[in-house]
């Protein structure tokens, strides 16, 4: 769950997020040698068994046992110090931080500490903190009608002074695939939408407290495509859109039907995340996040130039 | 602010400078004469440096690889009949109404849908889930995918291509 670079400690992580139509859960080992070594062992889901990733700094192999490959991927936005303090700051303006009574947790105690939403009064997370180390043993995220969204969770954790490298070698003699190789995005937006080659489009809605943060754009399958993310500091949502009017490919996902502003469009939910798809004056649009279908379709209905 | 108190959420916005300068100097000043709401205020940047602190070294999760699933799955699962087979099997009158029907599907998709998608191009909605989980790594608290893309799929990223990418740090206005 989290990798201070100070500390080294193995333990098990649970993740779990909830949605209405599908949930999705992993449980794995975790090695984590400070200052930036981690390694992740997949117990579940099933078909992940055996795999595990390895985190060298920015570059990360997966290691894919069934494919018999690793995929080195890297992102220069882990490293990206100053998007991280300017999420923070916007962060900072739209939750108040508050503690709860102190904990025990897995033998351990525990700060509680509270986010509560400045403009609905609801808590949206609950992190628990080791109060001895500093380290999130545990979260939770609340969607605004105060169900879980998601938890990660640690168990039998143990800090442990080194753990030997070995560990955090690549196995030789499989196969090397190169994943994508991510940018740091950018939160100069104008600059963005001004690379992105077509006259895009923004909403003119947004829940409050949210604001544009990063944007870069993708060429995915050789069309090109603006990503914009909005956040709040916890909750994002992403706009993308391109000229191409490319179709969206639901496979795997249990699709169902919604109109935007008169406009036919498709969504499917991930987990507690949704993604919206509709096209309106030649863009094909698509919105994807953690909010209800209700705002995302608001903010949906509101995209326009 | 009471007559006794600065008010937490006063104090908090005191705290992350979002106050206006005639209040924020009342704060201060009040700060400087108060030992209880001086505490209090303690308490809150002791609160807020932890959650920075925590913020800075989350690892977060790389959803490293993109997906097409569908493609993949119809062309592996599409080991058609030989051609001969094929053409007695057309001739058949119990394919006829549906191969006009699929005639028909041809003409739309042939003709019409290249309009409406002159590319051709077909996006998996995992390349949208995938990539916002992937921009949202910056975000203190998210959660990025359960279960890691690079290891679900069988594609990688060699058909996705990033173009641009400043790196700059100024917050521009809504597009």
């Keep these: ?305 | 602010m009471n007559a006794e108190h600065i008010e937490l959420d006063k104090l908090i916005d005191y705290l992350h400078h979002e106050l206006p300068p005639g209040d924020d100097a009342a704060v201060m000043s009040h700060l400087a004469t108060c030992a209880a709401c001086r505490a209090l205020s303690e308490e809150q940047a002791h609160l807020t440096e932890a959650l920075r602190s925590y913020a800075r070294s989350t690892e977060r999760e790389l959803p490293a690889g993109v997906v097409a699933r569908i493609w993949d799955a119809v062309e592996t699962q599409r080991a058609g009949p030989a051609w001969r087979r094929r053409i007695a099997a057309w001739l058949r009158p119990v394919v006829a109404i549906p191969l006009a029907a699929a005639f028909a599907l041809l003409l739309y998709v042939g003709v019409v849908q290249p309009r409406l998608n002159p590319t051709g191009a077909v996006i998996s909605a995992a390349y949208y889930l995938d990539d916002h989980a992937a921009l949202t790594s910056t975000v203190p608290f998210s959660q990025g995918n359960v279960v890691p893309a690079s290891l679900e799929n069988d594609e990688t990223g060699s058909d996705q291509r990033w173009v641009a990418s400043t790196g700059a740090s100024d917050i521009a206005e809504t597009p």
């Design chain 1, 1 to 305: 769950m989290t990798a201070p670079d100070r500390l080294s400690y193995v333990g098990e992580v649970e993740e779990l997020r909830f949605g209405e139509q599908r949930s999705e859960a992993a449980v794995y080992r975790i090695e984590h040698r400070a200052p930036n070594l981690t390694r992740r062992w997949y117990l579940a889901p099933s078909d992940l068994y055996g795999d595990s990733i390895i985190s060298r700094g920015d570059t990360t192999y997966s290691i894919d046992v069934k494919r018999e490959r690793v995929v080195v991927a890297q992102d220069d936005a882990i490293d990206d110090q100053v998007a991280e303090d300017d999420n923070f700051a916007v962060l900072s303006s739209n939750y108040k931080a508050t503690f709860a009574p102190d904990e025990t947790y897995d033998g351990r105690s525990v700060h509680v500490v509270l986010l509560t939403n400045k403009y609905t009064g609801e808590v949206t997370l609950r992190v628990r903190i080791d109060a001895q180390t500093g380290l999130v043993l545990q979260k939770e995220q609340y969607a605004a009608n105060g169900s879980l969204l998601s938890e990660t969770r640690f168990k039998q954790l143990r800090y442990v002074g080194e753990i030997p490298m070995g560990l955090f070698e690549v196995p030789k003699g499989l196969k090397r695939v190169d994943g994508p190789a991510r940018s740091l995005p950018s939160s100069d937006l104008t600059r963005v939408v001004g690379g992105a080659g077509f006259h895009a489009m923004g909403p003119k809605y947004l829940p409050e407290g949210f604001t544009p943060v990063e944007g870069d754009v993708i060429e995915i399958k050789g069309v090109r495509t603006l990503h914009l993310l909005y956040s709040d500091g916890i909750r994002t949502v992403s706009l993308f859109q391109n000229e191409s009017a490319a179709a969206v490919d639901f496979s795997h996902y249990r699709v169902n039907d919604t109109t935007i502003d008169a406009h036919d469009a498709e969504y499917v939910e991930d987990g507690p995340t949704t993604l919206v798809a509709w096209s309106v004056e030649g863009l094909h649009l698509t919105l994807v996040g953690e909010l209800t279908l209700n705002e995302l379709e608001k903010i949906a209905a509101s995209v326009s130039r």
